[in-house]
């Protein structure tokens, strides 16, 4: 089945700490993998793609790796800030660009 | 550049009624698609409109459907309402597809009573 699960569920950080997420699939074949963030009562706004080819991609503070092999992903936040509390949402798409599955999302909340 | 606008915002309806939502996407974007996210489901994809024509759809039954405009505006129907159908309906454009980066409206809030 083709599935998408993400970890933690939810997570709570002080402002200016790291933290890392994690995004592991199932589906096949793979096609590009996205990390969305969504705050509370908008729609998600795109953090990366990855395609297979790229193993790490940065959008400011935010890296997101991919390990094609083992199936895992991950987005590493550096010094976080309040604003990035907020769900972050792991989508990957298969079967050439035809089908993809969204994660249930890590609920971030960055504390001061 | 005006993002995606999507109206009304909130929407309250009651059981058995039925209620047309409106997306309008950036400007040059053809593809349009539309996705309901709930806090048990999450986010789960309706359908995607290019160029007028429904070229992908999920796994909802027949009371949701949608249509494109030549503008490549967007309106998503949704038939005989349910409780279950309460949820936050996004939708997204894009300029080719659903398979490049997405843009997302804030979405409308519906509440069925």
């Known amino acids: 089945k083709n599935q998408v699960e993400q970890s933690p569920q939810s997570l709570i950080i002080l402002e200016g700490k790291n933290c890392t997420l994690q995004?592991?699939?199932?589906?096949?074949?793979?096609?590009?993998l996205r990390w969305y963030k969504q705050d509370t009562g908008r729609g998600p706004v795109s953090l990366t793609i990855?395609?297979?080819?790229?193993n790490t991609k940065s959008n400011g503070r935010y890296t997101a790796t991919l390990d094609a092999d083992t199936k895992q992903s991950s987005l590493h936040i550096t010094a976080s800030q309040l604003s990035d509390s907020a769900s972050y949402i792991c989508?990957?798409?298969?079967?050439?660009?035809?089908?993809?599955?969204f994660g249930p999302g890590t609920r971030l909340s960055v504390l001061p | 550049k005006a993002g995606v606008t999507q109206t009304p915002r909130y929407l309250i309806k009651t059981r058995g009624q039925q209620v047309t939502l409106s997306c309008s996407p950036i400007?040059?974007?053809?593809?349009v698609s539309w996705y309901q996210q709930t806090p048990g489901q999450g986010l789960q994809f309706l359908f995607e409109?290019?160029?007028?024509?429904?070229?992908n759809k999920g796994n909802f039954p027949g009371r949701f459907s949608g249509r494109q405009f030549s503008n490549s505006r967007s309106e998503m129907n949704v038939s005989t309402l349910e409780l279950g159908d309460s949820a936050l309906y996004l939708c997204?454009?894009?300029?080719?597809?659903?398979?490049?980066?997405?843009?997302f409206g804030s979405g409308t809030q519906l509440s069925v009573l």
């Open positions: 400007s040059g974007h053809r593809s």
């Open positions: 989508v990957v798409t298969y079967n050439y660009g035809q089908n993809f599955v």
């Open positions: 409109y290019f160029s007028e024509t429904q070229r």
């Open positions: 997204a454009s894009s300029l080719r597809g659903w398979n490049e980066k997405l843009f």
């Open positions: 990855m395609t297979f080819s790229e």
């Open positions: 995004c592991n699939y199932t589906v096949s074949p793979f096609s590009n």
